[in-house]
């Protein structure tokens, strides 16, 4: 109601006749984190408007200037009214870089519950490298390049379960699995 009301758009007292769907909708679709709107009258003096949101999956901050968001379809988008927990982008990427490798990095963490809760931070270096930072543990996993990135995690996941299980979280500074079937840790 208060979005309606600063488009001067609110239906409160007004006439059937008076209400223009189609300009709620526009109005409400030009905001970023609104996916789709759809506004209809019903029977009687019933106004029905159903607004889809963007569901973010990754926050992006680049060096290059752009912060933002990158949602389930790999839309970038400004900002949100509220803070939420996400995973955090950072480091020298541009739009197409965010839209494309982080995209798919943060498709996975998203429908994976345990990279998901595990992962806070992907830092993009120079060479458009990937350095995860973990919530658990004090090292820092080098990634390499955003490709065979399922293979990668469960590589990380197999070191975590016979490897940090065993000798302790804190063990290695750096945790490498960038190389081909290696998993490298650095004390």
Partial sequence: MNLLRRFKLDPVGKTMNEISCSAIEDSLRTLALVLDCECYKSVGTRLCINVTCRTPILRVISSQGYSGYIDREGVLFDRLPK????????????????ENELFELATFLQKDDFWNAQIEQINVNTDKEIELIPRVGNHVIRFGKVEHVKYKFAKLEAFYEKGLSRVGWNRYSVIDVSYGDQVIGIK
Avoid: H, R
């Avoid at 803070?83 to 965010?98: C, I, K, M, S, W």
């Fill in 83 to 98: 803070a939420v927990y996400l995973p955090v982008a950072t480091g020298n990427f541009d739009q197409q870089y965010a």
